[in-house]
């Protein structure tokens, strides 16, 4: 059968192009690698989630290669690959229908206006390959409010100095807060900070078939079991296989999109769940498989035309990949110095903090290390949480103050004291991972996965403002946990990747010199071919990527279906 649309992957770049053209009445095809799972297959089980990663592939069957910055004895560096199987490292981010959406926390922030506009905001960087975006938030912002219907977006909106132009306030009130929020927003108000809620892609009222959340205390890395959380399965494809126009094929791994002598797409190659090679046809052709597996698949796939990868005769497929930059810290609360009221709020589990400091997205100081030659520089968002599961608690309890391990009696005092006598409050540093030419996806010469294609190659490297942006920012953190009352306050911001934070490698604009895509997501070289994941992203902005994604996502997918109408009606 010969589809109007076929999309690779299921996430939330695929989501919305399924949904949206699906709906219209389009016949569409989504190609997962990974398993079709529902809430009834998802549970509150750390040790599958925690230590097992059970939601994505066996590193010994499917991997990656990281290349990593090293330094010898006088001073040199060199750049040095190791497989993810030798490692442990994992670059995955759930691969099954619904792809990491299933799995992530759905800190739902926006991106602000100057977001699309780095380099005209802020100047160049040395060292950098900052550029604007070839849309501005006005643009994506009917997008974002579509999410927040579609996928279902529960919060408030409260004016603070950066808070960016909305079209209408959420379409679901807040789900319910832990009593630390109001802490925050008194030490906050009394240090001159704005504490912001934080809206999030979980229903806080039954709606469109889902159940409301129901506070179990799992949420991040584990896949939602009420369907409130707004994972593309439960909020967008359940709805597009409902309406007889979308089918999905899980455990169905594409390893080439095959072209011409002409560079025209003839068809989708991939592996079914026996290992049979199969093809998929279709007019349209959608690739949103996460930043890197996108850039792997473009690049994996040579023809006559694209001796160098699909779309790629322009050398940028894999280029400016960026991550996400800052870093995390904490602070604990002694139960002996706090009163009985204070110790029993604590200890309550389930609610989500849902608080976060935006003050600095623009940070205007001319003290600042980082700033331009204005004083100003981009800064980020700082949001704060507990780990409220029991085994993310007890991490480093098994570890005496030397490092040295440690059991029976000793080992019961930690834990003892891990849970009865503090609580951590811990917060997350959200700045820009700047596009540089050492950070980028290509193919490993050796390194193969179970089906024998080169997996993809990616070096990590990270710009030192980063750093300088995400401690800045930490200082302001630690200065609220202070006010807090916090003790034992400490940070860390690092130039490794958060893996579950990537984008780039597909980057979108004008100039197909400098760029993959144009402003419609669809390949400069390649008609019909279209890369809705992250990918597309120029640059990352200071918050999680996925709320974007998925505007995007339906923005590309309407520009989509009116071409798909237009050739159904001539």
């Not at 695929?14 to 219209?24: D, N, R």
């Not at 996928?151 to 959420?170: L, T, Y």
């Not at 849970?419 to 996806?441: A, G, I, M, Q, S």
């Not at 071919?529 to 996502?553: E, H, K, Q, R």
């Amino acid at each position: 059968m010969k589809y109007d649309i076929c999309i690779v992957g299921s996430g939330a770049g695929a989501s919305p192009v399924a949904y949206t053209l699906a709906k219209a009445g389009a016949k569409v095809l989504v190609l997962e690698k990974g398993p079709w799972l529902t809430e009834e297959n998802f549970y509150k089980d750390e040790l599958a989630i925690s230590l097992r990663d059970s939601y994505n592939p066996k590193l010994e069957e499917q991997q990656h290669v990281i290349e990593e910055l090293y330094e010898r004895d006088n001073g040199d560096t060199y750049w040095q690959g190791e497989p993810t199987s030798e490692s442990g490292w994992s670059f995955w981010n759930g691969n099954v229908v619904g792809g990491s959406s299933n799995f992530m926390s759905g800190y739902f922030h926006r991106l602000k206006p100057i977001d699309f506009k780095l380099k005209s905001e802020f100047g160049d960087i040395s060292g950098t390959n900052v550029v604007d975006w070839p849309i501005t938030y006005d643009e994506l912002e009917p997008f974002y409010t579509m999410v927040d219907h579609q996928v279902g977006v529960s919060g408030k909106v409260v004016p603070h100095p950066h808070q960016e132009p909305r079209s209408e306030n959420f379409p679901y009130p807040p789900i319910a807060e832990h009593p630390v929020a109001s802490w925050i927003d008194k030490a906050a108000k009394n240090i001159g900070f704005h504490s912001v809620p934080v809206p999030r892609a979980v229903l806080s009222q039954p709606a469109m078939g889902r159940r409301s959340c129901e506070y179990s205390g799992y949420c991040s890395s584990y896949g939602c079991s009420s369907g409130a959380k707004g994972s593309g399965r439960a909020a967008l494809l359940n709805h597009a296989v409902a309406s007889g126009n979308c089918t999905i094929k899980p455990n169905a791994k594409v390893y080439k999109v095959d072209t011409d002598n002409k560079g025209e797409i003839t068809g989708v190659l991939y592996y079914d769940v026996q290992g049979r090679k199969k093809r998929a046809v279709a007019s349209t052709y959608v690739i949103a498989c996460q930043a890197v597996e996108t850039s792997r698949l473009l690049l994996a796939s040579t023809g006559e035309k694209f001796p160098n990868g699909l779309a790629n005769n322009s050398g940028q497929v894999g280029k400016n990949l960026v991550f996400s930059g800052g870093g995390t810290g904490q602070g604990d609360f002694i139960f002996d110095e706090l009163t009985k009221e204070q110790v029993e709020q604590l200890k309550q589990v389930g609610p989500f903090i849902n608080r976060a400091l935006q003050d600095w997205y623009r940070i205007d100081d001319k003290s600042f290390e980082g700033a331009n030659k204005n004083g100003s520089a981009k800064g980020g968002t700082i949001d704060f949480l507990f780990h409220q599961n029991p085994i993310a608690r007890a991490r480093g309890s098994q570890r005496d103050h030397n490092d040295e391990l440690v059991w029976g009696e000793q080992l019961k005092q930690n834990l003892k004291a891990e849970f009865t006598t503090y609580k951590t409050l811990r917060f997350e540093v959200f700045n820009d991972w700047l596009p540089t030419n050492d950070c980028f996806v290509a193919l490993d010469d050796e390194v193969t996965d179970k089906w024998g294609d080169p997996v993809a190659k990616v070096r990590i490297g990270s710009h030192d403002h980063d750093l300088l942006v995400g401690e800045y920012l930490a200082e302001k953190a630690e200065k609220l946990l202070e006010e807090l009352g916090a003790k034992n306050i400490s940070s860390s911001i690092s130039s490794y990747p958060a893996t579950n934070l990537m984008a780039g490698g597909c980057r979108f604009g004008d100039d197909p010199k400098t760029s993959v895509l144009n402003k419609y997501c669809e390949a400069h070289e390649v008609r019909n071919l279209y890369v809705t994941d992250g990918s597309f992203m120029p640059t990352g902005g200071s918050v999680p990527y996925t709320y974007t994604i998925y505007a995007n996502a339906f923005r590309v997918a309407e520009h989509i279906k009116r071409k798909w109408a237009d050739t159904q009606a001539s």
